[in-house]
């Protein structure tokens, strides 16, 4: 996905790769915001700005730029986007959560691998200071909103990692069901 932002050049709103917005969505010009797949935004934990092109990211962002255009006391700013992609290869199912998982090296995170050469599943996890910062899995039955909202909260795992590299859809469902009541 590209956005088309060439219609833009001399208006004074700034392009990147996307129109560039902060966290409340403005862009450079005054007045004028922008979300969802032009809007080249803050990522998280940041200070990156990516472009989301996924759809819940597109609702947040519009709730925010809504918000802002409205002056609405209750808005937050944008937290940032977490990475999220599933796919459909070959007949195989695959899933990336966060980052770090693919370039994260044993001097800044803590990487396990697992490898079921009975049931072809195989999945890659990425910590930080125990919190979780990428999941990656092929043929692994995981939950993309759940752990993007335990990288998103960034809950220590300490007390449950153990299970959480073993078993991490239903530890993080059984751990998110909690903190969400």
Sequence with gaps: MRPA???????GI??????????MMQTSAP?????GDVAEAPAF????????????????QGRIAGMAMAGDAALQPYRGSVPCNT??????TAISVGTGVATASADDAEIHVRH???TGAYWRIALRDNRLVGIAAVNLALDAGILCEVIRREIDLSACKASFIA????????????LWR
């Design 5 to 11: 932002c060439d219609y833009l050049a001399g208006s």
């Design 14 to 23: 700034a392009t990147n790769r996307g129109v560039l917005v902060d966290a």
């Design 45 to 60: 934990p940041g200070p990156e700005r990516v472009i989301a092109g996924i759809l819940p990211e597109a609702v947040a």
């Design 167 to 178: 078993e991490p859809r239903d530890t993080a469902c059984r751990l998110m069901s909690r």
């Design 87 to 92: 796919y459909g290869f070959f007949g195989e």
């Design 116 to 118: 079921e050469h009975d």
């Design 31 to 35: 007045s004028v915001w922008a979300a």
